[in-house]
């Protein structure tokens, strides 16, 4: 905008003459368009909204997933990620898991904030983990059923009960079975089967008159079973005590007299260690359970030694001329056994008598005796 003013052209010795010029107006900062002023507030305000609009989730790209959607899809994704393992698992497959995985998808859709996603996606997690569960601890106990189904001692078995425990392993399975009613190739089975090693818990049979029962879970039957595994542990110790000639051995056998040659004292002519080393040895090669010579019990440590016309055993004098020599046994698998050394004995005027007993009951060693 400009404004018309007048200026002297002439020089000084000539007449004034005055023209129009223009000259440039100034503007002054209190005429500002006041219009201009509030579109440019309107803009800033206008910028400021989108901003904080984004930032709190009010406005949206087109296209773009609220953190809903992006929650959702992760637990989708997570649902079928499980679905396809299980459905590639070779042992178990999907089994009952399918229901959980599909009514975890459903209640996924349906959710309508990101807390809800989490609690149905824990509440999935939880409710997969024991499907899975389940369906490999039957499984594993289908397998043993069929193993335990085919096992000559399990079909022959007439006890009153007995109690397998089957422990999984990551290498093999642990099997307890002390009545020893399953043969050596079901154990081995037992202890390699894949599918009895990814059992959750482990597997607790009882086998009796009746079949084969997995139905432990009660605490009357708990009870039970231990009491008879405890019973069978003490029949177990009994047998081992007998055995190691720890406790008192009673049944039929044999009652042996070694006697001396009555003619004269020469070497020949006496019982010795070694005859009654021999003795016993053919005793329990018979099968004898237990042996006594005198009142010593024989145990795998015990000695036997001649001092001149002393026999020692466990280190205690026994009384000779004769010795006496008890086993308890099959009597007449034993009688046999020693006929020969009979035979013998005479050659040298030494005599073997050999009696059958219907009722024996040998002593239980005792630690002790005279000291060398």
Not at 325 to 334: C, D
Request: proline fraction near 4%; hydrophobic fraction near 45%.
């Amino acid at each position: 905008m400009t404004t018309l003013a007048y200026r002297r052209t002439a020089p000084n010795d000539q007449p004034v003459k005055w023209r129009k010029v223009r000259r440039p107006r100034v503007v002054r900062m209190g005429e500002l368009d006041w219009l201009a002023l509030l579109l440019l507030a309107s803009i800033v305000l206008l910028f400021d909204a989108l901003v904080i609009g984004r930032y709190v989730g009010l406005i949206r790209l087109p296209g773009e997933l609220t953190a809903l959607d992006m929650a959702r899809l992760g637990a989708m994704g997570y649902v079928d990620m499980q679905r396809t393992m299980l459905e590639r698992d070779e042992f178990a497959g999907i089994g009952s898991a399918e229901p959980v995985l599909t009514a975890a998808a459903q209640n996924l859709i349906a959710a309508r904030n990101v807390e809800d996603i989490g609690r149905e996606l824990a509440q999935a997690a939880a409710d997969l983990h024991e499907a899975v569960q389940s369906d490999r601890l039957s499984s594993a106990r289908g397998r043993v059923l069929e193993l335990l189904s085919s096992d000559s001692g399990v079909q022959g078995y007439t006890g009153k009960g007995a109690y397998i425990l089957i422990t999984p392993g990551a290498s093999e399975s642990q099997v307890q079975d002390r009545q020893n009613v399953l043969g050596a190739a079901t154990r081995e089975a037992l202890s390699a089967d894949p599918l009895i090693a990814r059992s959750p818990t482990a597997i607790e049979v009882v086998i009796d008159q009746s079949g084969i029962s997995f139905d432990t879970g009660d605490l009357a039957t708990q009870a039970d079973l231990l009491a008879r595994e405890i019973d069978s542990i003490h029949e177990e110790m009994d047998a081992l005590r007998e055995a190691a000639g720890l406790s008192e051995l009673e049944g039929e056998g044999v009652i042996v007299l070694a006697y001396d040659a009555p003619s004269g004292y020469g070497f020949d002519e006496i019982v010795h260690q070694r005859d009654v080393s021999e003795i016993l040895d053919r005793l329990f090669a018979a099968g004898a359970r237990g042996a006594q010579v005198g009142g010593e019990r024989i145990i795998s440590t015990s000695s036997i030694r001649c001092i001149g016309p002393i026999v020692l055993v466990n280190q205690r004098p026994v009384a000779v001329n004769p010795i006496r020599i008890y086993a308890v046994g099959n009597p007449y698998a034993l009688e046999r056994a020693l006929r020969p050394m009979a035979s013998e004995f005479a050659k040298t005027g030494k005599r073997l008598e050999i009696k059958r007993e219907s009722s024996l009951v040998l002593s239980a060693y005792h630690k002790g005796g005279l000291q060398w």
